[in-house]
């Protein structure tokens, strides 16, 4: 009787702490997105209110195109660049463990001291912005010298005259995108770089023989051979697209004229800014919906159901 119930004590943990951190605040927000909520007061129970009026939300429905764009500029970036980056590492150079580390850096750099320097970097008199100037290009620097604008007219409208890449509505978005793709792609390097050193030499050295040149082993051999990796890439760098806050936290605060404004910053700015904690709950679950949406396309595109039948 004992040895029955073995596999339960060691699969029990693990359903606990899955219990704990998934199950139990899953049916906490779909209990609170039922409710009317504002912390000070007991729940006040209104039914399908909360997905009602997100429905008929407009700046809901800015945010979520917002954030759809966001996903779209940074997944295929990210497959792509980390892919050639793992490429680049993929090698006997001396020192190479040394250029591995020095690539994985913005990795474990805070995102409030990368916010912190890309602003900067962003910034009307900022390195970037200098750098343009040297190539004879103005930049998204037309704010800083817009004249008879009264700076705190700027800024009651949302617009911060000493960070112009951010201030500029075309583009604040792709500003943002930009820091998320420089911090995140070294991280999906390291999953590529896994799936590179565990490719056969034989298959490499076969293609070659065969008169391949680089880039023919690259498309014929190694992309197919590494397609589970760029589909857990894929799957994980859009879950993480989608769940973005931090950079826009840090850096634009959702501004200007909610452009940079993302769900997951959305969601915040409800529940601890304007304390409407069931609305709060309400979008979340649209963002869960919108997540698992893609995580699903991102496995059918990536012919996840061939990839895991051949393994």
Not at 4 to 27: N, V
Not at 130 to 156: N, Q, T, Y
């Amino acid at each position: 009787m004992h040895g029955r119930y073995t596999p339960y004590y060691f699969i029990g943990p693990g359903l606990l702490l899955l219990g704990t951190f998934f199950a139990y605040p899953l049916l906490d927000t779909l209990y609170l997105s039922l409710h009317r909520y504002n912390i000070f007061n007991p729940p006040e129970f209104v039914g399908l209110d909360n997905f009602r009026r997100a429905w008929g939300d407009e700046l809901f429905w800015r945010v979520l195109a917002n954030t759809l764009l966001y996903a779209v500029i940074v997944v295929p970036s990210l497959v792509v660049l980390s892919f050639f980056l793992a490429l680049l590492l993929d090698n006997s150079l001396r020192l190479i463990k040394i250029f591995r580390t020095l690539y994985y850096i913005p990795v474990v750099t805070s995102i409030v001291v990368a916010g912190i320097v890309w602003k900067w970097l962003y910034n009307t008199d900022g390195l970037l912005n200098a750098l343009l100037k040297g190539l004879g290009i103005s930049g998204p620097s037309w704010l800083a010298d817009a004249r008879g604008v009264p700076e705190v007219l700027l800024g009651f409208v949302g617009i911060q005259t000493e960070s112009a890449w951010f201030s500029e509505p075309a583009i604040a978005l792709f500003s943002v995108a930009l820091v998320t793709i420089w911090k995140a792609a070294p991280y999906y390097m390291i999953i590529y770089l896994a799936g590179l050193q565990g490719i056969p030499e034989t298959l490499k050295e076969a293609a070659r023989v065969d008169g391949a040149g680089w880039w023919q082993v690259v498309r014929n051999v190694t992309i197919p051979t590494i397609k589970p990796y760029t589909l857990v890439v894929s799957i994980i760098a859009t879950i993480a697209a989608l769940r973005t806050f931090g950079e826009v936290y840090v850096m634009t605060g959702g501004g200007p004229f909610h452009r940079t404004n993302l769900l997951a910053y959305y969601i915040y700015t409800l529940g601890f800014k304007y304390l409407e904690v069931g609305y709060a709950a309400a979008v979340s679950l649209f963002l869960l919906a919108v997540i698992l949406i893609f995580a699903v396309l991102n496995f059918r595109l990536a012919g996840g159901d061939n990839t895991a039948g051949g393994a």
